[in-house]
């Protein structure tokens, strides 16, 4: 079993930077894929960005390319997502989740962290 708890979200203004974090429970965590996904009002939970089990590689979603980092510790068991350039439409609640990357299955997932960016 794997627990999953984010932090680092909060009230930042347009441009501004945050840094999430996202900690894990459980040894076995360092063998899973990581992702990060948001879901603002009203709208469909979307994928942010995700890295794998071991760092190697990197996906993000087009519209965060360039702004936002994801990266891991796994001696500390911990993944974060650096966020710079911040807009009003990233405001969102953040969610981890772990699982495996290429068949889309994310089996652990956090309770999430509200991001709010004002402009």
């Known amino acids: 079993q794997v627990q999953l708890v984010e932090s680092g979200g909060g009230l930042v203004q347009a441009g501004g930077s945050l840094r999430l974090s996202c900690a894990a429970s459980g040894r076995i965590f360092s063998s899973y894929d990581v992702g990060w996904f948001r879901q603002a009002p009203g709208k469909e939970r979307e994928f942010v960005a995700a890295?794998?089990?071991?760092?190697?590689?990197?996906d993000y979603a087009d519209s965060v390319k360039g702004r936002f980092t994801i990266s891991r510790d796994n001696a500390k068991l911990t993944v974060y997502l650096q966020m710079s350039s911040l807009k009003p439409n990233d405001t969102a609640v953040y969610y981890c989740?772990?699982?495996?990357?290429?068949?889309?299955?994310?089996?652990?997932w956090g309770q999430g962290t509200q991001v709010t960016v004002s402009s």
């Open positions: 890295i794998g089990w071991n760092g190697g590689s990197t």
């Open positions: 989740a772990a699982g495996r990357r290429a068949r889309n299955d994310y089996a652990y």
